[in-house]
DNA sequence: TGCTTTTATGATTAGATGCTCATAAAGTAT
DNA sequence: ATACTTTATGAGCATCTAATCATAAAAGCA
């Protein structure tokens, strides 16, 4: 495979690898979210989580649409639920085995 | 759900986040190798496939196992190839569209 | 028009990451 | 014991990342 590939794979997963971000794509589950719900939501400043959010755009994996003044984010693509799922199940696993060896 | 969840999702997801880490688990698909045979494959320096190869092993990607001088290295679940592959058909699709943009 | 709300972005800073070179550590062979 | 092979790691460095504060830009409201 081409190394243009696992650089635009390196991308995506980077985008994904911060908790904030992951809090981010879980809450928009049910459905788009304007930038004043979202960062009470979190907890986190406005300024940082508008990074955050123009990350997860530039990755493709929100998009975004503007009312008024206010700015809506939603999902673009329902794979990245997929991939979170497949994540969490692994660090439950993680979690377990780990439990295990203290037994 | 819990913050530490999300922080280990994305340390997980962190570990896979750079294109020789993944070229790396893609090469391990076919079963372990030693070092010695994973570093001149990707044509990088031992020092820094040694350092990749540790992190993925800290994440708990790979385990390793030494045979003598050599250090040979495996995908430890999995999971990894699924989420692999999730992102390669997400990565495919927004080319696809950039493409289609074109047209 | 002037004030307020909402979002994005520039500047700064602290800390993390990745690469390279050199070398240490451990095992094997002569 | 010495030399060689294989892997890991310390030091140094350049670059990237994330957070914060301040402020700009855009839209709506009084």
Known sequence: ????????????????????RIRIVNYL????????EIFPYLGEEQSNVSRHLAALKRAGILSSRKEGVSVYYRVQDD?????????????????????????
Chains 1, 2 share one sequence.
Do not use: D
């Open 1 to 20: 495979m081409n190394q243009r590939v696992y650089e635009a794979q390196a991308e995506y997963l980077k985008a994904l690898s911060h908790p904030t």
């Open 29 to 36: 589950r049910e459905g788009e979210r304007c930038v004043c």
């Open 79 to 103: 794979n990245v639920f997929k991939i979170l799922e497949l994540v969490l199940s692994f660090v439950k696993k993680l979690v377990k085995e780990k439990m295990a060896l203290l037994t």
